[in-house]
């Protein structure tokens, strides 16, 4: 409860919509009443711990995306100190930013292509963004040509397939041959060039 005595559900939103749904459609049983925990005059730093041990370390953990945005909504939004969100959710420093920094990636350059292409926009492709942050791959890029935005459309056409193999761009894009079949189909098809092998290994 608030202090001006307004209810918010700080955890538990899906349920209290499917008690909604189930008393909207007179589904038998009793949908006027949740047993909950209430909790007065909460901080919003409060609110979010009990949000982070739920989901971040809790045994209902986000996806990796999902932690993402919420470390992002924390930095970017609520504009918390980077100490203190290490000690909300655990972690160091290098590892929560390259986070953040591939969820801004995924909405500023993957989530509106995907969106002007008809795309699906999936948020399994989180993991790729985040090896991308690997500073090694991001210089090569750019010594290419190649930006963020360049990554982004590789990833929504499916030239980059597979997230672990992202680590492996920069000896591809050494390699013209290996380049080529990368751009025209993927990663994986690029790397099964046998007369290239040692250029990957």
Not at 100 to 116: G, K, L, S, T
Request: with cysteine.
């Amino acid at each position: 409860v608030d202090n001006d005595g307004v209810y918010t559900v700080i955890e538990g939103n899906t349920r209290l919509q499917i008690y909604k749904e189930f008393a909207e459609n007179s589904v038998d049983g009793n949908w006027q009443t949740i047993t909950c925990l209430v909790y007065h005059g909460l901080s919003n730093e409060e609110k979010h711990e009990i949000r982070l041990q739920s989901h971040l370390v809790g045994p209902r953990e986000w996806d990796p995306y999902s932690k993402a945005k919420y470390l992002y909504q924390l930095s970017e939004i609520e504009c918390l100190p980077m100490s203190r969100i290490i000690d909300m959710c655990g972690g160091g420093k290098t590892e929560i930013q390259k986070a953040i920094d591939a969820y801004v990636e995924m909405e500023r350059f993957y989530r509106p292509y995907c969106n002007e292409n008809g795309y699906e926009f999936n948020t399994r492709d989180f993991s790729k963004f985040r090896e991308y942050q690997n500073g090694t791959v991001k210089q090569c890029l750019q010594r290419k040509g190649h930006d963020d935005k360049q990554f982004a459309i590789w990833v929504a056409e499916g030239n980059v397939d597979i997230a672990q193999k992202v680590r492996i761009l920069p000896k591809v894009l050494k390699d013209d041959e290996a380049t080529a079949v990368f751009k025209k189909k993927s990663l994986t098809e690029a790397l099964t060039i046998r007369s290239k092998a040692d250029v990957f290994y």
